[in-house]
Each structure stands twice: as C-alpha cells, then as structure tokens.
T-cell receptor
C-alpha cells in the first residue's frame, strides 16, 4: 500500500525556467493538498484539489503558480519563470475524505532555483 | 490574524526521560488538532489527533492534551528514544472546509 508519492525528490532550475512537481496520492484518496515549507518554517497551505477540480487555491500566489489534478495521472504543481524566492520544499498530501483530517504527506520535492 | 505557534524552538532531553512539547493556538473556533513529526528529508508524519470535545487522548507512548480554556495543546512522549529526534508540528483545523494550519515547529533532540 504505497503512500503519497512525489517526484522528483530534488529539482534544480535556473531563474526563468519552469518547474513541474508531481504528486500521486495514496490509493483510494481523491483529495490532494499542496504545501510549501521554507527552511525552519512550518508548512504553508497552497492549494486543495479534488479530481479535476480546484477547491481552494487561496494560498497560491496569483501569478506564475498553477495546479491541476486530472482525471487520470498525478497532480501537478507548476511554477513558471521561477525566481530564487521559489526555492523551498513542496509537500503534497492526500486524504480519503473532504474533511481535511489525517492528511498523509509525501516526502516532498526540494526545489532549488539558481 | 489567527495563528498557531510553539513556545520554544528547541527541546533537548535525555534518552529515557519524558518529553513535553507545547503549542498555543489563537483560533478559538478550531475544533480539530494534529501533531506531526518530521524527520530530516522527509514529509510530516501523523502522530496523533484530538477533537475539541476531548481534553486528552493517548496513543502508543504519546499523549495529547488539549486545554481549550487557555488554547493550549501539548504532546507528551514517554521514555523518549533517539528515534524521536525530529521536528514536531502542531496543526489546527477549524471547520470541515478550512485548511490545516501548521505551527512553526519545534526541534526535539534526544541525548544518549
């Protein structure tokens, strides 16, 4: 019973490039959440998606960031024209229900922008 | 604004001793709380949760206490082991459609 799978584990991009982070939720989970973590900080909510729908994107920057969770395949967090300030660990979590309880987290993607 | 915060950034304990990690929350409407453990290079791992209609919940070697009067949450780890060394986060949820809000985290260091 695989957990939440994220890839890549580490991603290095130069300023101005695009970053695509992938997340496959746990089997049977249709709710996906993306969080960002800066060094020595807590996790900050970015976006909550259910299959093919964005439920809450109140934590997403208005520009350059987008997320999707298609009917087939993993959820994708996309960052266009990355800047150094985007460097962080990005975690995906999934849950079975919409109550947002007992989130199960992946191991994260560490994004480094040069 | 509403926030979840931890009193101390680091905690050092002797192996075998009990650990107590404290957390203060400010949203009186929060009705669900979780403690997560995060080891280096890994994602947060669920430890234990508690609803606001309870004041204590026990797991294996861990106990969570909730004091709604002073909006305080604590995690007690019995007989702390080296494997307990990690960053611990408290998180709160207020309502079914709200987002899980994390505190800043506290580092637990276990001395052999």
């Amino acid at each position: 019973n695989a957990g939440v799978m994220q890839n890549p584990r580490h991603l290095v991009r130069r300023r101005g490039q695009e970053a695509r982070l992938r997340c496959s939720p746990m089997k049977g989970h249709s709710h996906v959440y993306w969080y960002r973590q800066l060094p020595e900080e807590g996790l900050k909510f970015m976006v909550y998606l259910q299959k093919e729908n964005i439920i809450d994107e109140s934590g997403m920057p208005k520009e350059r960031f987008s997320a999707e969770f298609p009917k087939e395949g993993p959820s994708i967090l996309r960052i266009q024209q990355v800047v150094r300030g985007d460097s962080a660990a990005y975690f995906c979590a999934s849950s079975k229900t919409a109550t947002n309880e007992k989130l199960f987290f992946g191991s994260g993607t560490q994004l480094s922008v040069l | 604004g509403e926030s979840v915060g931890l009193h101390l950034p680091t905690l050092s304990v002797q192996e075998g001793d009990n650990s107590i990690i404290n957390c203060a929350y400010s949203n009186s409407a929060s009705d669900y709380f979780i403690w997560y453990k995060q080891e280096s290079g890994k994602g947060p791992q669920f430890i234990i949760d508690i609803r606001s209609n309870m004041d204590k919940r026990q797991g294996q070697r861990v106990t969570v206490l909730l004091n709604k009067t002073v909006k305080h949450l604590s995690l007690q780890i019995a007989a702390t082991q080296p494997g307990d060394s990690a960053v611990y986060f408290c998180a709160e949820l207020s309502g079914a459609n709200s987002k899980l809000t994390f505190g800043k985290g506290i580092t637990l260091s276990v001395r052999p």
